[in-house]
């Protein structure tokens, strides 16, 4: 069962989003912002993880850069952001982004992206 991070502010969104992965067969771990998201990042190790940009203490961004500067193991990102900014999706893949995805968003979108993301590790 592969491990999702999903580091979102808004509750609605998080729990909407995570209550689909865990129907999906995933092992999701839910964080509220971006400073609880780098302590979780270190500790659980997952698989993949899906950040929103904007939050709370640290940025997606930022999240993005940690991902690859915390640990060797191969985690893909997945960013989330009602920011369709050509600037910030550009600078979320220079960061090492592996997909990028603007609210308002499909669940079945982002279950495909996810599955798809986790087939190339």
Known sequence: MAK??????????????GSKLKKEGFEVTCCSDGKEG??????ELPDLVVTDVMLPYVSGLE???AVK????KNIRTIVLSTMGQEKIVEEAFELGADDYIT???????????????????
């Open 69 to 72: 500067a915390i640990t060797q």
């Open 63 to 65: 999240i993005v850069s």
């Open 38 to 43: 780098v302590e979780k990042l270190a500790t």
């Open 103 to 121: 609210k308002p968003f499909s669940l079945t979108e982002l279950t495909i992206r996810i599955k798809k993301q986790l087939s190339r590790t």
């Open 4 to 17: 999702i991070l999903l580091i979102e502010d808004d509750v609605l969104i998080q729990k909407t989003v």
